[in-house]
T-cell receptor, first 113, second 112 residues
């Protein structure tokens, strides 16, 4: 279903801890993305990757890091440097970078206690 | 960089009425404009998109219009139904590597 699997669905973290959100796809799409969704602010781009071992910062990359060691996987680490990490995070993939249909995962909701 | 403004933030209509959501963008190089629908608790899904070589595109009850001179594009939903209730997002990008930037979203409520 959908081809994009995010885990965990819900995650609680204490302040000062890093946390990694998983994103796996079986669509064989080259491009992958991470968006953050906050009420009233739409979907804001954190990082995106066009190809394995390459990725670019989006508009709100500070406090986040990613890796793209395999085509199927694009994990996002929310570091302790992210000042307001509580949010809903969406991973997506597309065949064509930035101008193709995005296929989203079901999202991960991170809450910092 | 690109900036996309979307209005209104909330929209309530009666079943059967039409709904219009408008977006403006800042980068004149943008040439790809998709619309996504996100139902409550679900992932966003593409419902329609338009590229800058056309001014209008229709798919059953939904249509998108594009005015490149004014740098705005709109989503039109006719004969609205309760299942159209969702959050709708517009977005813009350009195919030379520009990022896909989303608007703030519009929460549409269709009342039976």
């Amino acid at each position: 279903d959908g081809g994009i699997t995010q885990s965990p669905k819900y995650l609680f973290r204490k302040e000062g801890q890093n946390v990694t959100l998983s994103c796996e796809q079986n669509l064989n799409h080259d491009a992958m993305y991470w968006y953050r969704q906050d009420p009233g602010q739409g979907l804001r781009l954190i990082y995106y990757s066009q190809i394995v071992n390459d990725f670019q910062k989006g508009d709100i990359a500070e406090g986040y890091s990613v890796s793209r060691e395999k085509k199927e996987s694009f994990p996002l680490t929310v570091t302790s440097a992210q000042k307001n990490p509580t949010a809903f995070y969406l991973c997506a993939a597309s065949t064509v970078i930035n101008t193709g249909e995005l296929f989203f995962g079901e999202g991960s909701r991170l809450t910092v206690l | 960089g690109e900036n996309v403004e979307q209005h209104p933030s909330t929209l309530s209509v009666q079943e059967g009425d039409s709904a219009v959501i408008k977006c403006t963008y800042s980068d004149s190089a943008s040439n790809y404009f998709p619309w996504y629908k996100q139902e409550l608790g679900k992932r966003p899904q593409l419902i329609i998109d338009i590229r800058s070589n056309v001014g209008e595109k229709k798919d059953q009850r939904i249509a998108v219009t594009l005015n490149k001179t004014a740098k705005h594009f709109s989503l039109h939903i006719t004969e609205t139904q309760p299942e159209d209730s969702a959050v709708y997002f517009c977005a813009a990008s350009w195919n030379q590597g520009g990022k896909l930037i989303f608007g703030q979203g519009t929460e549409l409520s269709v009342k039976p």
